[in-house]
């Protein structure tokens, strides 16, 4: 999660636009749920226990991508302080145990002492902010502040990376992924994955010669007595020239039209993502309201909070 909000420059009229991934898939799906999301700055409000369970996860393997001396110490202490702070309600099953199982699992799959890698020093979920390109509008936006009149706006694509790597003599991205849902199918969507073609590409922009994605997916099922709950696996993925710069253009153009819709002050649903394989978009309930002031008091009532993340920070 990001905002995205006009920053001004030096020059007058020319602001800057920051984008990450979750914005780009929100302009991807839905232009309404940017809107909501990007300009409007308002998001679900309430634990998202899913969210949750994977940032913890992150945390403690970011000790061990580390290598601090105490990192398997640490990572009790990281999953076990925040789940002090945000127990789990009773039937919630991404409990701090069932943390602690995975993250013992994945130390055993993949010791420590035998990576196939190295990281890269100073990387390790080190932010960054790139040029994506500069789209000309010479128009009135209309913001929460009120309309601002914009010449031209500076497009940075920003992201939180997990790790750089050396691995089989190049450079990758290394990404921690937590999924309940995988599947031959999720390990195929990397080949062509938005968010890693433009980590990827963010790397070379700043001078690294990184070659494409070491996925690092711990999948974690809801326990039953019958399948294995818990699993570990590790795939690189080589991205083309060809595949980077056309990731380039295609992100740089949605982000075009997104601008668009906002200089014609009108943001069109895309229904057809109402419902999915997630469940029901969180502005469903927004959009189901047949007047503007409803949407408008539902969109600002305490079902929704002001967007503060950032990668950035």
């Known amino acids: 999660m990001s905002t995205c909000t006009l920053q001004p ?9 920051e984008i990450d991934n979750s914005s780009l898939e929100n302009f991807t799906s839905c232009s309404r749920r940017a809107q909501y999301y990007s300009i409007l700055k308002r998001e679900p409000a ?10 913890v996860i992150h945390k403690a393997l970011e000790h061990r991508m580390n290598r601090t001396p105490t990192w398997e ?15 789990p309600s009773f039937e919630e099953w991404r409990t701090p145990d069932l943390a602690l199982e995975v993250l013992t699992a994945y130390n055993k799959r993949w010791p420590i002492e035998l990576e196939p890698f190295t990281v890269i020093p100073d990387t390790v979920e080190s932010s960054f902010r790139v040029l994506l390109g500069t789209a000309m509008l010479d128009c009135a936006l209309q913001t929460p502040d009120g309309p601002v009149h914009v010449k031209a706006v500076n497009v940075f694509w920003t992201g939180r990376c997990d790790a ?11 990404d921690h992924k937590t999924a309940s849902v ?12 938005s968010q890693m073609l433009g980590y990827v590409w963010a790397a070379r922009q700043r001078g690294i010669a990184a070659v494409g994605l070491y996925a690092d997916v711990l999948e974690t099922r809801r326990p039953s007595k019958t399948g294995k709950a818990i699993a570990q696996r590790r795939q690189p993925y080589w991205y083309s020239d060809f ?29 057809k993502w109402c419902h999915g394989k997630f469940g029901e978009c969180p502005y469903w309930k927004v959009c189901s309201q047949d007047t503007a002031a409803g949407r408008e008091q539902l969109l600002h009532g305490e079902n ?8 950035l920070k």
């Not at 110490?73 to 127990?87: L, R, S």
């Open 243 to 271: 595949h980077l710069e056309e990731w380039r253009v295609d992100t740089f153009t949605l982000i075009q039209d997104f601008l668009e819709h906002w200089a014609r002050d009108y943001f069109p649903k895309g229904t």
């Open 182 to 193: 995988t599947g031959e199918s999720y390990y195929e969507d990397f080949n062509l994955s």
């Open 46 to 55: 309430g634990f998202n226990a899913a969210l949750f369970f994977g940032s």
């Open 9 to 17: 420059t030096d020059q007058e009229q020319v602001f800057d636009f």
């Open 73 to 87: 110490a640490d990572q009790v202490n990281t999953v076990t302080a925040a789940y002090a702070e945000n127990p």
């Open 164 to 174: 750089l790597i050396n691995l089989y003599d190049s450079v990758f991205v290394m």
């Open 304 to 311: 929704y909070q002001p967007v503060t993340w950032s990668p």
